[in-house]
């Protein structure tokens, strides 16, 4: 069966770098968009990145253009998603999707806390 599982999130200071992964199973990664989404305590959940099967990143948030690089390894069907420069405003859980067929999947998600 399909499965995203995500890790790589932490507590990190203000102006500080985590590298979140994302491993996925059971479908044909290489043939999949895949997207970074996250949800703030209260919030409603936003796209962070899409990251198309080529490689080619579509589409950031405007919160963390410049900062947030997405990235995949179609070989270790896994993707990435690069945080620098992190800010408090991007705690949040951090969840791996991708759509196939009409069916959207889901990872549980990884907390990552900016605070000092």
């Known amino acids: 069966q399909v499965q995203l599982v995500e890790f790589g999130g932490g507590l990190v200071q203000p102006g500080g770098s985590l590298r979140l992964s994302c491993a996925a199973s059971?479908?044909?990664?290489?043939?999949?968009?895949m997207y970074w989404y996250r949800q703030a305590p209260g919030k409603e959940r936003e796209l962070v990145t899409t990251i198309r099967t080529s490689g080619r990143v579509t589409e950031y948030a405007d919160s963390v253009k410049g900062r947030f690089t997405g990235s995949r390894d179609n070989a270790q069907n896994t993707v990435y998603l690069q945080m620098d420069s992190l800010k408090p405003e991007d705690t949040a859980v951090y969840y791996c999707h991708t759509i196939i067929g009409r069916y959207s999947y889901w990872g549980r998600g990884t907390q990552v806390t900016v605070s000092s």
């Open positions: 059971g479908f044909t990664f290489n043939t999949n968009t």
